[in-house]
């Protein structure tokens, strides 16, 4: 699979890592390229460097891990390479404010991935990679004999079996919780998110989500 990244941070240079070694083909991608030579050099043949236009337009799949703050910009320049592709959601839309306090660029109420799917109508929209902190999953991912929960959201089936894929490659357990109407539990600040669960817990833990945001 050619996989193009979106954002050379944590999320970015992590799952770049991952996804190399399990055999993929990588485009890591930045807004200063250079940065980041020595990190793909690092990774050896399979893994290429540039610019988000030339990994979106690379890629049979797009990861989009960028701060927030500047997916406009992201959405803008991988927009046109992206028609009828998955696209994996893997910001939170969060941002600081004057006082350095963390406080939330959507509306309360709004689905990060359906306001990610009115910015890239042509694209199928994934959620994942949003719950966890890149430093938990660095730390616990387990190819062999994954623990730790991933949770996703999707709507068509192939792309769902591709999102488990790539998780369950990421030494994560995949779970399937729903289309991208459904993905609201994988939003700051759910129950689910930023927190190492087991897949169990975290079906209980979006089943009560649910169940209290429904009343």
Do not use: C
């Not at 799949?61 to 997916?71: E, G, I, K, R, S």
């Not at 994560?172 to 459904?182: K, Q, S, T």
Request: aromatic residues 6%; glycine residues 8%.
């Amino acid at each position: 699979m050619k996989i193009g990244i979106i954002g050379a941070g944590d999320i970015g240079r992590l799952y770049a890592k991952l996804w190399h070694k399990a055999g993929h083909v990588v485009f890591l991608s930045a807004r200063n390229p250079d940065k980041h030579r020595d990190f793909v050099a690092g990774l050896g043949d399979g893994a290429f460097l540039g610019t988000p236009e030339e990994a979106a337009a690379f890629a049979d799949v797009v990861l989009l891990a960028v701060n927030y703050p500047t997916v406009e910009s992201a959405v803008e320049a991988i927009a046109p390479h992206v028609s009828d592709k998955l696209v994996i959601d893997a910001t939170n839309p969060l941002g600081y404010d004057a006082k350095g306090q963390l406080e939330a660029l959507i509306p309360d109420g709004d689905i990060a991935g359906l306001v990610m799917a009115e910015k890239l109508p042509n694209a199928r929209i994934g959620k994942a990679f949003t719950s966890l902190w890149s430093g938990y999953v660095e730390t616990k991912s387990n190819v062999t004999d994954p623990q730790v929960a991933m949770p996703f959201a999707v709507d068509a089936d192939a792309d769902k079996t591709t999102m488990a894929q790539l998780i369950g490659e990421a030494g994560l357990v995949p779970v399937d919780i729903g289309g991208l109407a459904d993905s609201a539990a994988l939003d700051p600040s759910s129950p689910v998110w930023n927190v190492v669960l087991s897949s169990d817990e975290v079906k209980q833990r979006v089943a009560a989500f649910r169940l209290n945001n429904a009343a």
